[in-house]
């Protein structure tokens, strides 16, 4: 169905971008720059530069990044890994494709990993923690590291929903042994297809996740040193992406604003609980504007007659789908998340006049309710 209020519009973006978009690609097909060309190098050293790293490694998936981020912390068969059950499943499935065993634990008020959890679910076999930073806020990175730093541990950012956002200064993906992320086209940076990226000051880390995206091999010498996996990212993306990358910084400024309007229409709502949080240390991206209530489904329902778009991240806890084989873990914050979230328009498209139609509806709904 057409949404009078979008929950993206990729039309509406392009079209803002077209001149310098066709461009981009345009130079790379008119030079045969197809693959592992200057384009991917140029947009690795601007993300490099953004995040506050020495290196990016452009890869195909945010899947990818977290898979060989954790390959290259050494983790492996026999180790266990400590991330947030409140999480997409592909943080716990790079996880699983490494051998090792993830450890899921419970969410604080503001969605992301209780670091107040962490220390009790280290065991001998702990080889890792991976915090995820969701729906554009930074964990609390300095307590983290802090355990990391005690236990000998390995830390790697899950930063997939928060490019740009930092903690303390610092910016997601460039705190631990490796930022991982993702540019699936909805993400703050999205290209036109999926791709994701590994940040790091580690040269080893960055060397080893480069010759695994391309099967194993040095480009330049020929020599296989490893088996690796075809996980480069496309060079056309490379190119979309640096364009976009330029104009990330206004967009993050936008879409602060819109959840400013957002906490301005709807913080009466005594229903509905806002994700506003303490910003003395963060400063927030809002990747989505993620709010909760007790009558989320029919909320939903009640929004998408009315023309509003909305999402759920995630319905369903990753447990419960029982083909991924994974242990129910005690996490009640988690549970209560997934059957109370709902994620309203966002993005750089999203109008004034598109929170003040969302904001009417919230109030037209709430004023019917007990």
């Not at 996880?95 to 990993?113: K, Q, S, Y």
Request: glycine share 8%; hydrophobic share 40%; charged share 20%.
């Amino acid at each position: 169905m057409a949404y009078q209020v979008p929950f993206i519009d990729p039309r509406s973006h392009y079209a803002k971008l077209k001149p310098e978009i066709d461009a981009a690609i345009t130079g790379c097909l008119a030079n045969g720059d197809l693959v592992n060309r200057h384009q991917l190098k140029d947009f690795e050293r601007h993300l490099a530069e953004f995040v506050g790293v020495k290196y990016a490694v452009g890869v195909n998936s945010g899947y990818h990044a977290l898979f060989f981020a954790l390959l290259g912390a050494g983790v492996g068969p026999g180790h266990e890994v400590i991330t947030v059950a409140h999480t997409f499943v592909a943080t716990v499935s790079a996880i699983v494709h490494c051998g090792a065993h993830p450890v899921l634990i419970d969410v604080g008020a503001d969605h992301n990993m209780d670091a107040g959890l962490i220390e009790r679910a280290i065991t001998p076999k702990t080889k890792a923690l991976l915090p995820v930073h969701l729906n554009g806020r930074v964990c609390e990175m300095d307590r983290i590291l802090a355990i990391a730093d005690k236990r000998g541990l390995a830390v790697i950012e899950d930063a997939a929903q928060a490019l740009g956002a930092t903690y303390d200064g610092k910016r997601a993906g460039s705190q631990g042994r490796a930022g991982c992320f993702s540019f699936y086209p909805f993400k703050v940076l999205g290209g036109f297809g999926d791709g994701g990226a590994i940040t790091t000051n580690d040269p080893g880390l960055a060397r080893m996740a480069t010759l695994l995206r391309y099967n194993g091999e040095d480009r330049e010498t020929g020599e296989y040193h490893y088996h690796g996996q075809t996980a480069l990212l496309d060079n056309v993306q490379a190119a979309v992406l640096d364009v976009k990358l330029r104009h990330l910084p206004e967009w993050i400024i936008h879409r602060r604003r819109m959840a400013d309007l957002y906490r301005q229409g709807l913080s009466g709502i005594r229903q509905l609980r806002l994700p506003h949080f303490d910003q003395t240390r963060h400063h927030d991206i809002y990747q989505n504007y993620v709010v909760r209530t007790d009558v989320r489904d029919r909320l939903r329902a009640y929004l998408k007659e009315q023309g509003v778009e909305t999402l759920v991240h995630w319905p369903k806890p990753m447990w419960e789908h029982s083909g991924l084989g994974l242990a129910t873990p005690a996490v009640p914050k988690t549970t209560a998340l997934c059957r109370e979230v709902l994620s309203l328009p966002m993005s750089a498209e999203t109008t004034d006049d598109h929170v003040a139609t969302t904001v009417a509806c919230l109030q037209s709904f709430f004023s019917t309710q007990p």
